[in-house]
């Protein structure tokens, strides 16, 4: 089997993208909310049509897409129209996905912009538009890269049980394949353990008794009733596309 | 007194820069070294003549410096010729710093790509360059915002100390203004706070026996060999430049 699909490191990169997310989240709570960073044309419409974060966030794609990101198959962009890579393709090991565009960004920009940011930030405004903005774009380049890995978590479920997903998407049955790949003990565990991180990291170990950056609720909140159900609505999206007839 | 130049408000957020520095240097450290992407020309000449990482850095400087990042007291690009802003001017609050134009990214650039990377990751390509250029960017951003603070660390202290610091400066003394501006009580707690929050933030929590991600000796070099003598270069600099003439 393909090492990337095992399923203990679908886990684990799932794991590591857990600091990522933290780290970049407690960056991100520097800041006041900043509302009007997230308006489109707040800034007199300079910015394509965009917000500050959504203009800083395209011009990030353009770039990394001329070093050729988005043809990695667990990173997928937020704006359409980029321009072609610069260089030459990379040889990635064999791809273990069935050709797809299910790309959800739109879905993690929303609930980014409006649930998480008003929970992560103190309400206001501190004039610091521009690192604000620059932490959102990492916020949102992990967040989408952790909802999409349900890509590779769904691929590896359905290698391991090929039959009872198989007649499950032949049936185009979402309740039975959501039933299928959830794990409610794995899903207790990866909350707890963003509580445990945000709470080591969210503090000060200096000044013992120092006041979070983060609280360890709101990331616990995000996982549960973001992170997770939009990994899983991906899982059952990249499964429903899945050619039955292809064997694993 | 402006309140940005309050010592006790410039030290919080050079206390703060820790956090960003590790967290930053924590995610460089999941990929290894791959020395190809600070090689010029390593792609094919389709880089503009920089490396890999030096053209992202180049291309995140320019969208930035298009909203108008460099226009801000504590922010210095890498790269000149960078285009105007696209965004009104912003009114900082009254700048305190004197106009000058010492930029030391040149030298913190050559210090990361030589030594600190090296020390950070592990030897070896694993193939991720894009990721590891993306942390490269962050990292160096950083540090640049940490060493380039110098000058208002200086303007601070000159202001506190004006006559001791001016003739210093009229007599062109490097030695005179070292021996002021340091404070080697200071520099040991700072050394003590990176170590602590390097060993608490690159060590999962979840399971105690985990190796840490990124040693905490490494962020104790980097601070006390580059960091802290590269902030205090910036120090006597912006003070041998400044106009003692000038009334605080």
């Known amino acids: 089997m393909n090492e990337q699909l095992r399923l203990e490191n679908v886990r ?22 900043n509302d009007v960073i997230y308006k ?14 959504g203009f800083l966030l395209l011009e990030c794609e353009r770039s990394q897409a001329k070093v050729r990101r988005f043809t990695s198959p667990d990173e997928h962009p937020f704006h359409a129209d980029l321009p072609e890579p610069i ?50 774009v990492s916020c949102l380049q992990a967040l989408s890269r952790r909802v999409h890995y349900g890509k590779f978590v769904a691929e590896s479920k359905f290698r391991a049980r090929p039959r009872e997903y198989g007649s499950a998407i032949a ?8 039933g299928l790949l959830s794990d409610p003990v794995v899903e207790k565990e990866v909350l707890q353990r963003v509580d445990l991180k945000t709470r080591t990291y ?14 360890s609720q709101v990331v616990v909140d995000l996982y549960s009733r973001w992170v997770i159900p939009l990994n899983k609505e991906v899982q059952v999206a990249y499964l429903l596309s899945r050619d039955t007839t292809r064997t694993s």
Chains 1, 2 share one sequence.
């Not at 684990?12 to 909310?33: G, P």
């Not at 969210?202 to 609280?215: A, I, Q, T, Y």
């Open 12 to 33: 684990l990169v799932l794991m590591r993208l857990e600091e990522t997310i933290i780290f970049s989240l407690i960056e991100r709570a520097q800041f006041k909310h």
């Open 87 to 136: 260089l030459p393709p990379l040889r990635y090991e064999e791809n273990p996905l069935l050709p797809n565009d299910i790309n959800f960004n739109a879905r993690v920009r929303d609930v980014y912009e409006k649930e998480i940011v008003p929970r992560v930030c103190a309400g206001g405004d501190d004039g610091q538009y521009g690192s604000s903005s620059v932490c959102d």
């Open 202 to 215: 969210g503090r000060d170990p200096v000044s013992k008794e120092s006041v979070s950056r983060l609280e």
């Open 40 to 53: 489109a044309d707040a800034f007199g419409g300079v910015l394509e049509g965009e917000s500050l974060v």
């Open 171 to 178: 049936a185009g049955d979402r309740d039975a394949l959501l």
